[in-house]
Structures are given as structure tokens and as C-alpha cells.
């Protein structure tokens, strides 16, 4: 990100998301959607991460 905001990028809420998505990017203002980040978050999204490469097939 902060490569980003040193090129000028501007960082904005979007409004009204309740998940984590990409909603906008218009003239050097990104828009993401809030999602709050607990202690365990890191680790739920690295267990999901083993998951999908445990189960994935070769055919995505």
C-alpha cells in the first residue's frame, strides 16, 4: 500500500459493503470495503489458504 499512496493513489471506504471486495477505482481513488481484522484473522486466513491448495484440482 504505501507503494500505492507514494504514487499517488487515494485510499477510500466503500460505502455500504459488509464483505472484503473491490468495489471501485476511479480517478486515483481506490475504493475497498471495510472488514475488521482480529487476532486470530491471520491465522484463519492461513489455514484457509492450505486448504485450497490441499484441495484444489489441477483443473482450475
Known amino acids: ?3 500505492l499512496h ?3 493513489v487515494k ?3 466503500a460505502p ?3 464483505k472484503p471486495t473491490l468495489n471501485n ?3 486515483g481513488i481506490l475504493e475497498i470495503s471495510f472488514f475488521k ?3 486470530d484473522t491471520e491465522r484463519a486466513y ?6 485450497e491448495r490441499m484441495h484444489a484440482t489441477r483443473d482450475i
Do not use: H
Open 11 to 13: 485510499f477510500k471506504p
Open 37 to 39: 481484522v482480529y487476532d
Open 16 to 18: 455500504g459493503q459488509p
Open 1 to 3: 500500500m504505501k507503494e
Open 25 to 27: 477505482f476511479n480517478q
Open 46 to 51: 492461513r489455514n484457509l489458504l492450505a486448504f
Open 6 to 8: 507514494q504514487a499517488g
